[in-house]
């Protein structure tokens, strides 16, 4: 389905959940023998089939909820409870005053509904236990806190990201260039919607397109990184296999991508680890001295989901960045700026 990024809305990185795959605790998973071990596919050269179409929207949030301090996980009882509340607060039905409508501008008024979000219905479920935040480093569930420097970076960065001059002023993903919330990564985060991502394997590459604004990733196996001066939106991504985990190693980014105001210099580690015939387990170390005090990682499930990945048109019919602009020039000539 073709949805379109509406203006100005990357703070609503909203994470959602997933459908496909989910396994509850004590069930037995697709593809384990009877002895209880998991059988898992793999490819021609031995190693962990990461190929098909993969889904990792879920309701656990990053940052773990001030009102779940010191939980880590929740039993099914608590998740179902949490869960309910999470769906009943952020549904976008145009006559529900919820948090969401009332951060889009009221009921039948805000940009979206309910059509356009991929939101499941569950926490991320890890090692049969209901996840309450994705980040598992620190323990606390939360970003280390920025650096003086970082934080000094990220007030110009608010800055700039009020100016409304050119077209070039405005972030990545109003146009159109990368997905917004890290949706692309690394780390891939799931986002508000279009969490889907298609991984077509090969002994020397990996290639994983990504269903947000249609973009590819491509992880070569067991290369060297490029020159330091070759800069890329999405990083530079070496892979390589130990045991059956996928380890991705990714730096060279450009100091426009910021993810969550990084610097160029972020480094980013990643593991795909295979873990039954419907999920991928994904955990993500992010490293940069510049702006984080300490490294910090987190994990959840990739889960298996019907195909395929449909065209992302972003800017097919995308009114919204001459009506930014546009707006901008009205309120200059009436003294508003």
């Known amino acids: 389905m073709h949805y379109r990024l509406a203006a100005a809305i990357g ?17 037995t998973r697709a593809g384990q023998t009877r002895a209880g071990q998991t059988r898992i596919p793999r490819a021609s050269d031995g190693h962990p089939d990461l190929q098909g179409v993969w889904t990792n929207a879920t309701l656990t949030p990053l940052e773990r909820p001030a009102d779940l301090a010191g939980k880590a ?3 099914d009882a608590e998740a179902k409870t949490y869960e309910k509340k999470d769906l009943q607060s952020n549904t976008l039905d145009s006559d529900v005053e919820s948090n ?24 991320a479920r ?7 935040s994705l980040i598992i480093d620190p323990p606390d569930g939360k970003i280390p806190p920025l650096t003086d420097e970082a934080r000094q970076q990220t007030s110009v960065a608010l800055r700039a990201f009020a100016r409304y001059d050119r077209v070039k002023d405005r972030p990545l993903s109003e146009r159109c260039i990368i997905g917004f919330g890290s949706t692309s990564g690394p780390p891939m985060l799931p986002v508000l919607y279009n969490n889907n991502y298609e991984i077509v394997e090969t002994p020397n590459a990996i290639m994983i397109l990504v269903e ?41 980014f450009t100091g426009k991508t910021r993810f969550r105001g990084s610097s160029e210099n972020l480094h980013v580690i990643e593991r795909f680890r295979r ?28 889960l298996a989901t019907a195909g395929p990945v449909y065209e992302y048109a972003c800017h097919e019919g995308n009114y919204a960045m001459p009506d930014i602009l546009g707006g901008a020039r009205k309120l200059e000539t009436e003294g508003r700026q």
């Open 212 to 252: 947000m604004v249609h973009d590819i990733r491509v992880i070569r196996i067991n290369g060297t990184h490029k020159p330091a001066e070759i800069r890329q939106l999405l990083g530079d991504s070496i892979g390589q296999w130990e045991g059956d985990t996928l380890v991705v190693d990714t730096t060279n």
């Open 73 to 75: 996980t929740l039993t």
């Open 126 to 132: 890890v090692d049969g236990l209901k996840r309450t």
């Open 11 to 27: 703070f609503l990185a909203i994470v959602i959940a997933p459908v496909a795959g989910q396994t509850r605790a004590g069930q």
């Open 100 to 123: 969401f409508n009332k951060a889009t501008g009221g009921p039948g008024v805000g940009a979206y509904n309910n059509l356009f979000v991929d939101r499941g219905s569950e926490l």
């Open 275 to 302: 873990v039954d015939a419907h999920t991928i387990l994904y955990r993500a170390t992010i490293e940069d001295p510049a702006t984080y005090t300490k490294p910090w990682t987190i994990e959840y499930p990739f």
